[in-house]
């Protein structure tokens, strides 16, 4: 059990280093920044959606800006769009799960506000529909996908797909990316520790 343990961790570092060594991505990741502090820095708020693991990795992305970082600082307006139970077992009863998500940027979304979508595939339906739904409202979408980008890659405005097609992988250099976009956006715009 040991190696196993071992190979499980040697696997997320392969990873990361494949991440390192990619400018395009690395390049993607600031313009990300940038275009998150703009948003905030104008007034609009970031909103987060996923599923299952993602949808957690969602609601603590939204909480290092709504919360802190490691800055004691006003709060940032950021929000993961799977947090109101009553919601959400509303519309999927009464509508369908596939728009839990567009029905609520549909609501709130406004001009310049940032959609940030995670899906491991790139590829759920609800998240996709948030993403065009954003683009009506004309919001900006910043997709956080596996490998392929799945069919979150044409519409996403920014994509940061992870150099692998492990889900766990994926999900660990998740919170890997967003929380350096959490720290670099919280520099700029409070200044450093």
Do not use: W
Not at 60 to 74: M, P, Q, T, W
């Amino acid at each position: 059990m040991s190696q196993q343990i071992k190979d499980i961790i040697d696997a997320s570092i392969k990873v990361k280093q494949v991440l390192l060594a990619d400018e395009k991505i690395i390049n993607s990741i600031a313009d990300c920044v940038t275009v998150i502090v703009n948003a905030f820095n104008a007034g609009n708020k970031v909103l987060f959606c996923g599923n299952g693991g993602s949808a957690a990795d969602a609601q603590h992305l939204a909480a290092e800006f709504s919360g802190r970082f490691y800055i004691d600082r006003d709060a940032l307006p950021a929000e993961a769009l799977h947090c109101n139970t009553s919601y959400l077992t509303a519309v999927g009863n009464d509508y369908s799960y596939d728009v839990i998500f567009s029905r609520l940027i549909k609501g709130i979304g406004k001009k310049g506000d940032v959609l940030i979508g995670l899906s491991t595939s790139g590829n759920s339906s609800n998240i996709l529909k948030a993403f065009e739904m954003a683009k009506q409202k004309e919001m900006i979408t910043i997709g956080f996908t596996g490998q392929t980008g799945g069919k979150m890659k044409e519409i996403s405005d920014y994509l940061l797909n992870i150099p692998s097609t492990d889900t766990p992988r994926i999900q660990e250099s998740h919170i890997l990316v967003g929380h350096i976009i959490c720290q670099l956006v919280e520099e700029k715009l409070f200044g450093n520790k």
